[in-house]
C-alpha cells in the first residue's frame, strides 16, 4: 500500500500562483511515477501532470503546459506541482496519483488507470 498525503490548495485570484504538494509513504516501488489530475464539479477526472521519479521525464496536458511545472524530490518521495498564471477554469479538485512502474520502463504514464494509488485531493479555486 501507498499512502498519499496533499497539501497546498487554496483560493487564489486569476494571474496569481500556488504550489502543490503530495508526500508518498508506504510500499513505494524502485521505480515510479507520481502525478496530478483534476476534476471540476460536473467534469470528469483529467490528467495535469506526470514525472518519473527520476525526474528525468515529464508529462503535461495541453491546457497547463507551459503555466505549471511539475518537479520531484525523490529522497522524500514528494512530488510538487507549481502551477503560475492561473485560469479561473483551472478550479477543481486537484488530485495526487502513484504509478508503480515495470523496472525499465521510461513511459511517463497519463491515463487514470495507470495510477494505482490516490490521495484524498485538495482543493484549488481561482478567482476572477
Known amino acids: 500500500q501507498v499512502q498519499l498525503v496533499e497539501s497546498g490548495g487554496g483560493l487564489v485570484q486569476a494571474g496569481g500562483s500556488l504550489r502543490l504538494s503530495c508526500a508518498a509513504s508506504g510500499r513505494t516501488s524502485s521505480n515510479y511515477a507520481m502525478g496530478w489530475f483534476r476534476q471540476a464539479p460536473g467534469k470528469e477526472r483529467e490528467f495535469v501532470a506526470a514525472i518519473l521519479w527520476s525526474g528525468m521525464s515529464t508529462a503535461y496536458s495541453d491546457s497547463v503546459r507551459g503555466r505549471f511545472s511539475i518537479s520531484v524530490d525523490n529522497a522524500k518521495n514528494t512530488v510538487y506541482l507549481l502551477m503560475n498564471s492561473l485560469r479561473p477554469e483551472d478550479t477543481a479538485v486537484y488530485y495526487c496519483?502513484?504509478?508503480?512502474?515495470?523496472?525499465?520502463?521510461?513511459?511517463?504514464?497519463?491515463?487514470?488507470?495507470?495510477?494505482?494509488?490516490w490521495g484524498q485531493g485538495t482543493q484549488v479555486t481561482v478567482s476572477s
Open positions: 496519483a502513484f504509478s508503480k512502474r515495470d523496472y525499465y520502463s521510461n513511459d511517463v504514464p497519463s491515463l487514470l488507470y495507470e495510477f494505482h494509488y
